[in-house]
């Protein structure tokens, strides 16, 4: 028996054929359009900064894979590099000279001001694995059970890390995932973000039972929300005064908001130095290049508890793919400071004039950055926390997100996600994001 199958031609069409198969007619919930609605695209190429959907149409990609593009989709030095790694085999199931190669290059570049608190690095595949691995890592360091995490930051879809978290399940309103049991629940202690007391309360009561606090160096998964002056900071201490450890999840902002991530830029900031150090590290997105790849480091001391030097288990057939490594390496071979300098040009140009826009139509709005990544929240003041979040009137923004679209400018579907840009954003492409603004702020404006 044969079977045929009709391409898809139209938006509607392929989401129609893909709820018959796929849950929801997604991969990943955020893509479902759930909180913009309309029917979501699908893509079928990408080059620089337009996407491309199956009915032919391009827009200006402001999403970027949701972050590892930082050059630009499909540059054709990354692509170079992964074709040559393609033909000389898909993976082998055990190691290559190239993981090295990343490994020795994450660590040199998360090295600022006579700081490397890299020394050891694991690569994995997702930032799920990642964090997941690095509690454990704590677990296993610390012997205690507790983790620590602020409520709108999210660190992947592991059982542990589900409670009031942000992106996908800001955007559903989910208060966490059924199917997460009420013990391991129990062990996720949650507090409020950029609330020094509730940390100093938290540690207070459970310090002598708490592994880590694992943090986004500067949350952007319920839209942008950099830490107050001196928050990281207090949090390490805090952390380590109780002999626990301190993640910092870097999967979304590392080696996107500065060569070495928030951590970086925030070594290099006023100050000029480290003055908080976390124990571990977690990356993801721009570290593949648009691959699946991602990683953990820290201290030689933690990391060798992983196997198989040490007691803490973690392995991966897919751990260091060639393919992804290769998509990495030439990834930040090419970001150097001429990248980084563009990408901080063109957030600063589009979330000034994005702002100017809802100003001229009287739309009550701040926009908050951490480096170049920046979001807008429709409140009167800007929000430090999941609650002030998400009592901002969000449903502005589905208008808005949908008034560019309409104009060829993909947006986040979700007012909780950073915008990401690109450094293949050229002029340009800037002022016709920019000519798309006043329509779209006349939209949220009617909301
Ligand atoms: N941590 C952070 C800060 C993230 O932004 C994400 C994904 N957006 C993750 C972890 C999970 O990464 P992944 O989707 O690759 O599992």
Redesign the pocket.
């Known amino acids: 028996m044969s079977t045929t199958s009709t391409p898809a031609t139209t938006n509607q069409q392929s989401f129609d054929r893909a709820r018959g198969i796929l849950p929801g007619g997604v991969n990943s919930p955020v893509r479902a359009f759930g909180s913009v609605g309309g029917t979501p695209r699908f893509y079928v190429k990408a080059s620089g900064s337009y996407v491309t959907d199956v009915e032919g149409r391009s827009y200006i990609d402001l999403v970027n894979s ?1 972050g590892p593009a930082i050059l630009g989709h499909a540059h054709p030095e990354v692509i170079d590099a992964v074709q040559q790694a393609a033909s000389r085999g898909l993976g082998f199931g055990a190691s290559t000279p190239a993981e090295t190669e990343l490994a020795e290059l994450v660590r040199a570049r998360i090295s600022v001001g006579g700081v490397t608190p890299i020394e050891r690095l694991r690569l994995v595949s ?3 694995e990642a ?1 997941m691995t690095a509690i454990r890592l704590a677990r296993g360091a610390t012997g205690r059970r507790l983790l620590v995490k602020f409520a709108g930051h ?4 592991s059982d542990g890390l589900l409670a009031e978290a942000g ?1 996908g399940l800001a955007t559903l309103s989910l208060p966490g995932s059924a199917g997460v049991t009420a013990e391991t629940a129990a062990q996720t202690l949650v507090i409020e973000y950029n609330n020094i007391a509730a940390l100093e309360q938290v540690f207070a009561e459970n310090g002598h039972d708490i592994a880590a606090i694992i943090f ?1 160096a500067a949350a ?2 319920m839209g942008v929300v950099p830490p107050q002056p001196g928050f990281n900071e207090a949090m390490v201490r805090i952390a380590h005064e109780h002999g626990a450890l301190a993640i910092s ?1 870097e ?2 902002t590392g080696f996107r908001v500065d060569p070495a991530g928030y951590w970086g830029l925030d070594a290099r900031g006023d100050a000029g130095g480290a003055r908080w150090v976390p124990d571990l590290f ?1 990356f ?1 997105k721009v570290i593949g290049g648009g691959l699946p790849l ?1 990683a953990l480091g820290g201290s030689a001391r933690i990391m060798e508890l992983l196997a198989p030097l040490g007691p803490v288990y973690q392995a991966g057939t897919l751990s260091g793919n060639p393919v992804a490594v290769a998509a990495g390496l030439a990834t930040l071979r090419l970001a150097d400071d001429a990248v980084y300098s563009r990408l901080n040009q063109v957030a600063d140009t589009l979330s000034r004039e994005t702002s100017a826009a809802l100003t001229a139509e009287g739309v009550e709005h701040v926009v908050q950055h951490a480096g170049n990544l920046f979001s807008f929240a429709f409140s009167a003041t800007a929000p430090l926390t999941f609650a002030e979040v998400k009592a901002q009137q969000g449903y502005r923004y589905a208008p808005f997100f949908h008034s560019m679209l309409e104009a060829g400018v993909s947006l986040p579907p979700s007012v909780f996600e950073a915008w990401f840009v690109s450094a293949a954003h050229d002029d340009g492409v800037v002022s016709k994001i920019v000519d798309a603004l006043p329509a779209a702020a006349k939209a949220a404006a009617a909301a």
């Open positions: 949701w997702t930032g799920t964090t999210y660190h992947g879809h992106s986004e952007a998964n999840d999967v979304l977690t993801g991602a």
